[in-house]
T-cell receptor, first 115, second 109 residues
């Protein structure tokens, strides 16, 4: 139990569907992250939020839309995805986003399959 | 562009053997973390190293940060099946946090 929860754990969606991934952290951290983990590729950072403000967007397609209503919650809204978007989507949090020691705490991930 | 290469990519060993996993870069990092990820779960933080030449021990795991803060190693003594998993290094650099390519370890009973 890392203090970061994600729902759902598994999601199958068609290319025309709209769905959302949810992440919640119970650690009192100020920064939250979305990562994509595909087979045979390193973890890819997608978005970084610090104190509810997006501070990084790593050239992610607009079919992925993040939302951070407060420092404890993070959403990833999905629409018109492609089969190559199938992956494990991981949420993480850290005390701050601008520190030299970037210890991050990860949730269990959402396994997404786009059909 | 800062990259972190890990070697080996895959490692399958017998219980009780020792092993070393490497994490290398041409760039300098402010700090480096090691994580272990088990199937169906997110990565779990094992250790952070900050100072060049630093050595940290966590039971049977020994972590070392290179003197120039460009590389790191993880040594496991007397591996056990419970050590099986994906080992990831991650480095923080100039406005970036980068994960390595990963080493998938399997320890056979």
């Amino acid at each position: 139990e890392t203090g970061v929860t994600q729902t759902p754990r598994h999601l199958v969606m068609g290319m025309t569907n709209k769905k959302s991934l949810k992440c919640e952290q119970h650690l009192g951290h100020n920064a939250m992250y979305w990562y994509k983990q595909s087979a045979k590729k390193p973890l890819e950072l997608m978005f970084v939020y610090s104190l509810e403000e997006r501070v990084e967007n790593n050239s992610v397609p607009s079919r992925f839309s993040p939302e951070c209503p407060n420092s404890s919650h993070l959403f990833l809204h999905l629409h018109t995805l492609q089969p190559e978007d199938s992956a494990l989507y991981l949420c993480a949090s850290s005390q701050d986003a601008g520190q030299l020691s970037y210890e991050q705490y990860f949730g269990p991930g959402t396994r997404l399959t786009v059909t | 562009t800062q990259l972190l290469e890990q070697s080996p990519q895959f490692l399958s060993i017998q219980e009780g053997e020792n092993l070393t996993v490497y994490c290398n870069s041409s760039s300098v990092f402010s700090s480096l973390q090691w994580y272990r990820q088990e199937p169906g779960e997110g990565p779990v933080l094992l250790v952070t190293v900050v100072t060049g030449g630093e050595v940290k021990k966590l039971k049977r795991l020994t972590f070392q940060f290179g003197d120039a803060r460009k590389d790191s190693s993880l040594h496991i003594t007397a591996a056990q099946p419970g050590d099986t998993g994906l080992y990831l290094c991650a480095g923080s650099g100039t406005y970036k946090y980068i994960f390595g390519t990963g080493t998938r370890l399997k320890v056979l009973a």
